[in-house]
Structure formats: C-alpha cells, structure tokens
C-alpha cells in the first residue's frame, strides 16, 4: 500500500472547462493535508491527448484520479468516459464525473459508460468546496487507490 504523502503525491487530472470551477478546485486541494499534482486541461481532446501522453504531454504522470466535467466543447466528458473505459492502458484510473448536471440521464449514462462516482456541483461556493474536501477525502484517504507503476 502507498502512502500518499509529501514523497507520493496525488496525480489529479481536472477535465473542466469552466476557470471559475478549476480556480475553486486549485485552491481547496491546497489547504489539503495530502499533497495533491493537479493537472487542468480544458476538454475531453486535451483530456485524451494527455492521457496518451501525446505531445505536449509526453511526460505527464499518469493521473490516480480523474475529475471529469460532461459539458464542455469539442469532445464532451460523455464521449471521453467512453474511449477511457475502452482502453485497457487507463481503464483503470478511477473517474469521478464532477458536473453540474442533476439529470437522471447524465446520471445513467455516466455509470453505464463505467464512471466510478457522480457528483453535481453545487452553485454555493462553500458547498462546492465542501464537496471538493468529501472527495478528496474518500478518494485521497479511505479509497486504496492502484499503485503507482
């Protein structure tokens, strides 16, 4: 088991489109007890380009987690789920659809497709913080996450 710490970081990729959202997300995982990389890249191209590390992103780590929007422009979070899901390089890495969608069907759609959880932002900013810390804090410390290869 891994312990993540100041020597094992976290590798959060944010698929979010929204800069308001990725500034809120920054800065509650910074006041976080657990050392967290967090990554942002603005839609489901960039998401995949990254997650196959073509270029720019030859280097990147491999992310533990993905927070993942549905609604953005030119590859939708949807679509993204999907191919993830389909490649056995990162199937494995656990998806957390992170929207503002409450609809039963993004809800359906999502889990059927292979997301790991579904969480709708809220609109009130301490909620949407509050949010933030309960998932990183079942992700980040009650969830045993695959070790780094």
């Avoid at 301490?126 to 780094?148: A, G, R, T, Y």
Wanted: charged share 25%; glycine share 4%.
């Amino acid at each position: 088991m891994i312990d993540y710490n100041v020597s094992n970081p976290i590798d959060v990729l944010l698929v979010e489109d929204d800069l308001g959202d990725v500034e809120l997300i920054r800065e509650t995982m910074k006041n976080s007890k657990i050392l967290v990389n967090l990554e942002v890249v603005g839609d489901g191209e960039q998401a995949l380009s990254y997650l196959i590390r073509e270029e720019p992103y030859q280097q990147s780590p491999r992310p533990d987690l993905i927070l993942l929007d549905l609604n953005m422009p030119k590859m939708d979070g949807r679509q993204l789920l999907q191919i993830i899901k389909k490649d056995e390089e990162i199937s494995n890495i656990p998806v957390i659809v992170l929207t503002t969608s409450d609809s039963e069907t993004d809800i359906v759609k999502s889990y059927g497709l292979g997301a790991n959880c579904y969480v709708t932002k809220p609109i009130d900013l301490k909620q949407f913080s509050l949010v933030v810390n309960s998932i990183e804090h079942f992700w980040f410390s009650v969830v045993k996450l695959m070790p780094k290869l």
